[in-house]
């Protein structure tokens, strides 16, 4: 990838109401970012709600220029850089901000860590035994810098190269107080990443986007205390629809904070006390690439062009559309229009904001009018 196409997947994954799931969406229907960029006004426009404008290429050299600055870089889901796992995974960031070491992120043989950020001291100390240990047998430990179990797993893992992942910008430390732990990090051989911009700083919700990431770029997920409603449950969650292995170790069911841990097992994640246990499980599990990602654009466009498509049968799915989520295959047959149809009509409805998805594929209109 040149710089220049780099430039356009900056410029097209910030542009408003565009997320790594949309984005692919956009290249699937375009071809490229260069193209998607070109066509956003316009599809945005035949969704019916406000015209779209792309960042603009200023503000994307600004970030990118500043990133370099920082002493970071961007890596595109085409670089051989990006790390392996992360690119299986379904909506896989368009591009990443990284500082520290290239050669932490391309190996393959990685552990997401995570638990409670107000952990016991037996929990942090099995979080660093277990870190610690699969570092010398030759793990990356991925996490995503919290305190508790996160800042134990990352500080017992440093020599052996450790991931941390941010919810907001590189630059955005939280906590600040693992201001020297992120140095560390950088210093001995580790990395951390965030899909967000420079600057970003976190929201709640950015949280779960970065526990997605931390399953996505990890073989497999330890959990070690966390609350049944945690955010570290959520990423045992991802780590299951990413098709990653989930190991729980278990704690007392007199402590809130084994909770989730214990219903995970109960569920069936893989019962873990030490390292032995999390590489057992993952070589039970004879895991390599799960995925290989497919390369879309080698293949003839999945979406129809939009000279195939018209005002009248806009109208019908439209029509048919309403706050109830359905599915988009059903409501191909409902209006009798190809499929490859419809996914152009909903994605010009997303980009407008009028329309909202669901799990398990659904959808739904947000203004029925």
């Given at each position: 990838?040149?710089?220049?196409?780099k430039l356009s997947c900056l410029r097209l994954i910030r542009s408003e109401n565009i997320g790594p799931a949309t984005y692919h969406r956009l290249l699937r229907h375009a071809g490229s970012a260069e193209a998607a960029i070109h066509l956003l006004p316009d599809l945005s426009r035949r969704g019916g709600g406000r015209i779209l404008q792309p960042a603009?290429?200023?503000?994307?050299l600004r970030e990118w220029e500043a990133l370099d600055r920082f002493g970071g870089r961007l890596i595109a889901l085409d670089e051989p850089g990006y790390p392996p796992h992360l690119r299986e995974i379904d909506a896989a960031p368009p591009l990443i901000s990284a500082i520290g070491s290239g050669k932490v992120l391309a190996r393959e043989q990685t552990v997401g860590i995570v638990g409670a950020r107000n952990s016991s001291m037996s929990g942090?100390?099995?979080?660093?035994?277990?870190?610690?240990?699969?570092?010398?047998?030759?793990?990356?430990?991925?996490?995503g810098l919290a305190r508790g179990i996160d800042g134990a797993a990352h500080r017992?893992?440093?020599?052996?190269g450790t991931?941390?992942?941010?919810?907001?910008?590189?630059?955005?430390?939280?906590?600040?107080?693992?201001g020297p732990l992120l140095r560390s990090i950088v210093d001995q051989g580790g990395a951390v990443i965030s899909e967000m911009p420079l600057g970003w700083k976190p929201r709640a919700r950015d949280f779960p986007r970065r526990n997605r990431l931390i399953?996505?770029?990890?073989?497999?997920?330890?959990?070690?205390?966390?609350?049944r409603a945690s955010g570290s449950l959520h990423t045992a969650r991802f780590a299951l629809e990413q098709n990653r292995e989930v190991m729980a170790v278990p704690g007392s069911p007199l402590d809130p904070r084994s909770e989730g841990g214990n219903l995970l097992i109960r569920e069936g994640a893989a019962l873990v006390a030490n390292a032995s246990d999390v590489i057992e499980t993952l070589h039970r599990g004879n895991r390599q690439l799960a995925?290989?990602?497919?390369?879309?654009r080698e293949d003839e466009p999945v979406e129809a062009p939009l000279s195939l498509l018209d005002d009248s049968e806009r109208g019908v799915v439209l029509s048919a559309l309403g706050p109830v989520p359905v599915d988009p295959d059903e409501l191909a047959v409902h209006v009798g229009l190809p499929v490859r149809k419809i996914n152009v009509v909903l994605l010009e409805l997303e980009l407008s904001g009028r329309l909202e998805r669901h799990g398990g594929g659904t959808v739904s209109l947000v203004?029925?009018?």
């Open positions: 990838m040149n710089e220049r196409e603009s290429e200023q503000d994307a942090e100390k099995i979080a660093s035994e277990i870190a610690g240990s699969l570092a010398d047998a030759g793990y990356v430990i991925v996490s017992a893992s440093l020599k052996g991931v941390a992942v941010l919810a907001g910008g590189v630059d955005i430390l939280y906590p600040p107080e693992h399953s996505g770029l990890s073989l497999g997920v330890v959990l070690i205390e966390a609350a995925f290989p990602r497919l390369d879309l203004d029925a009018r």
